[in-house]
């Protein structure tokens, strides 16, 4: 019998005119090309032509331990060989059961329970999901509203970019979402005519309680927020009040509180999540991803009260899963990134680096026409960029400032992570988040060559006719 000759793919698989592999889409920012990853170990990474590279941003605040940490390979091997897959409907896992104990005996009071997930987004999906269900089980069913703050960034799949406050996100994807109401993130740096940054974060506040009442509260499920910010805010910290009125707000109106800590969790902070120095103002929910996999296998979790999940299983559980979910392999490396993580103490190290790493960058600040601002929390840190620190005047959306930064970077053999919000519309930052392993030494490393690639740009700008205020 002949066969019917199988329909071709026309494109020959190789490479593409840059070198390229052709079959993927993928398209780096800028659309440089990137070299080819190799090997990692610790803070650096080496490319297939044998340079060295250090991640000063832990991949995308993800790589918490640094690369290659032989414990986290081996219980990744270890469950592996054991049972690399199993599905939570037929199995528990040792490996499930162990990362909920030891994720809710970190977590501080209120959160006793975890749902395991595959990574940020889905994490705010399914908290997202189990609020709705909760105010249903609770006969609160007309509450769906989630407020969500602008600028965020909650996630890329449609329910989580729903709650997102991206402008530029809204305008290509918002007709196919039910987009969210947005309240104001409470700048500290750049803050309206009039403001001081305490004065703006209690008007931000506030905003929140005006959105609620003119949605009806009654139609209000949550407000969700980064407690420290991620690249959406650059390191956003509010003052402590901030984070009590909101507290205090969602209470009176029956409004859950989400933190997200996708970024800010897993020990970012110096605290295993941000919310621990907020002792004030404690999440009904928190989601979690990045760093409590630390990159060694995707996982996120959502972090909830014992009472809520009581009663949305008593009305039949949750409806919501993935086939993915409490992954027994993503569980098994969570387990023990979380156990390296607290034996060697890198929650107290996160704090003692991250005020090396503050103080640098101040230096750095003090010595640079263009960075404006240093914030943030622990080794959760950012650097804001301007044309003039005198009156905060940003260098030219166009000049695409951070992703030029990166390139620079690059070339001196120092990864930066790099997104921009809103095309920039809020300011431009970066992010200087190196794993919590980092030492004093790889900080000076770090900040040496930012520096030198902050001077680079300065260059650049002055050579392209942006005025720089040089003081
Ligand atoms: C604060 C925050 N929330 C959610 C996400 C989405 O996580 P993921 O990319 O794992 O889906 C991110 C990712 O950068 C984030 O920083």
Same mark, same amino acid.
């Given at each position: ?84 897959? !199993? &599905?939570?409907?037929?199995?528990? %896992? $040792? #490996? =499930?059961?162990?990362?909920?104990? @030891?994720?809710?005996?970190? +977590? ?5 329970? !975890? &749902?395991?997930?595959?990574?940020? %987004? $889905? #994490? =705010?999906?399914?908290?997202?999901? @189990?609020?709705?269900?909760? +105010? ?21 799949? @449609? ?45 931000a506040a506030e905003a929140l309680d005006r959105e609620i009442l003119k949605q009806g509260p009654e139609t209000v499920l949550a407000f969700i927020m980064e407690p420290v910010g991620g690249l ?69 979790a959502v972090l909830a009260p014992r009472d809520m999940v009581a009663l949305v299983a008593e009305r039949g559980g949750f409806a919501h899963g993935y086939t993915y979910f409490s992954n027994p392999l993503s569980c098994a490396v969570g387990l023990a ?135």
């Amino acid at each position: 019998m002949s066969r019917a000759a199988a329909p071709q793919n026309t494109d020959t698989p190789g490479r593409d005119q840059r070198g390229g592999p052709v079959q993927l889409f993928y398209t780096p920012a800028g659309g440089q090309r990137r070299p080819t990853i190799d090997r990692a170990e610790g803070l650096y990474m080496w490319d297939t032509e044998g340079r060295r590279y250090i991640d000063a941003c832990s991949g995308p605040v993800a790589s918490n331990l640094g690369h290659g940490n032989p414990r986290v390979i081996e219980a990744l091997v270890d469950q592996a060989r054991r049972a690399s897959f !199993a &599905f939570p409907a037929a199995f528990e %896992s $040792e #490996a =499930n059961a162990a990362l909920g104990d @030891l994720v809710a005996s970190l +977590a501080g009071p209120g959160l006793e329970r !975890a &749902f395991f997930v595959s990574g940020g %987004s $889905e #994490a =705010n999906e399914s908290a997202i999901k @189990l609020a709705r269900q909760y +105010a249903v089980a609770k006969g609160e069913g007309q509450r769906w509203k989630v407020i969500g703050r602008l600028p965020s960034y909650h996630g890329a799949t @449609l329910g989580a970019l729903a709650v997102t406050g991206d402008p530029a996100a809204e305008e290509l994807f918002g007709p196919m979402m039910k987009l969210m109401p947005k309240v104001p993130a409470p700048f500290s740096y750049r803050v309206p005519e009039g403001y001081t940054a305490e004065t703006w974060a209690d008007e931000a506040a506030e905003a929140l309680d005006r959105e609620i009442l003119k949605q009806g509260p009654e139609t209000v499920l949550a407000f969700i927020m980064e407690p420290v910010g991620g690249l959406s805010t650059g390191a956003l910290v509010a003052p402590d009040a901030y984070y009590r009125r909101v507290r205090e707000i969602c209470n009176r109106h029956g409004v859950l509180l989400i933190y997200d800590e996708i970024m800010s969790g897993a020990g970012r902070t110096g605290s295993f999540l941000a919310a621990g120095h907020l002792p004030d103002a404690r999440p009904d929910l928190v989601t979690l991803a990045k760093g409590i996999s630390a990159g060694y296998a995707p996982l996120g979790a959502v972090l909830a009260p014992r009472d809520m999940v009581a009663l949305v299983a008593e009305r039949g559980g949750f409806a919501h899963g993935y086939t993915y979910f409490s992954n027994p392999l993503s569980c098994a490396v969570g387990l023990a990134v979380v156990r390296e993580m607290l034996d060697q103490d890198l929650m107290a190290n996160a704090q003692r680096m991250g005020a090396v790493l503050r103080e640098r960058l101040s230096t750095l600040m003090s010595r640079s026409p263009i960075v404006g601002d240093v914030r943030g929390k622990g080794l959760l840190m950012a650097i804001e960029l301007v044309a003039d620190k005198q009156t905060k005047a940003m260098i030219p959306v166009e000049r695409m400032a951070p992703y030029r930064v990166a390139d620079l970077a690059l070339e001196r053999g120092l990864i930066q992570y790099v997104r921009r919000t809103a095309n920039g519309i809020y300011g431009d930052w970066l992010m200087v988040t190196p794993p919590l392993i980092v030492t004093e030494a790889q900080i000076d490393e770090v900040v040496g060559i930012l520096g030198d690639c902050l001077n680079a740009l300065a260059a650049e700008l002055r050579t392209a006719g942006v005025a720089l205020g040089e003081t």
